[in-house]
């Protein structure tokens, strides 16, 4: 069991940069994957980032590659996603989500999401 909690988004400029942090409860985060998903309105929630137990496997969409980076900090139980060149069409609502291996969350999605944090790019 893991709770999860995004905090981070906000308003910025294309070009910009934002980091996002997910925190997580309990003493088990380093065992789960952790990915990043977000949401735009009338769209489906589509996959960003996801990252290994250890870290040290990453796999991104191609809409995002390049631009940001998925890291963790497995001591202080959070995931991060530094976004950077930001476009308008990053804008959602971007979504922690914990499972059991990269290959979950990636193709099927982990159990558990934090409740998601807004982030708004204007052009």
């Known amino acids: 069991q893991v709770q999860l909690v995004e905090s981070g988004g906000g308003l910025v400029q294309a070009g910009g940069s934002l980091r996002l942090s997910c925190a997580a409860s309990?003493?088990?985060?380093?065992?789960?994957?952790m990915g990043w998903f977000r949401q735009a309105p009338g769209k489906e929630r589509e996959f960003v980032a996801a990252?290994?137990?250890?870290?040290?496997?990453?796999v991104y969409a191609d809409s995002v590659k390049g631009r940001f980076t998925i890291s963790r900090d497995n001591a202080k139980n959070t995931v991060y996603l530094q976004m950077n060149s930001l476009k308008p069409e990053d804008t959602a609502v971007y979504y922690c989500?914990?499972?059991?291996?990269?290959?979950?969350?990636?193709?099927?999605?982990?159990?558990?999401w934090g409740q998601g944090t807004q982030v708004t790019v204007s052009s």
């Open positions: 989500n914990a499972g059991q291996t990269i290959v979950r969350v990636t193709t099927t999605r982990g159990g558990y």
């Open positions: 309990g003493r088990t985060f380093s065992s789960y994957a």
């Open positions: 990252i290994s137990r250890s870290g040290g496997d990453t």
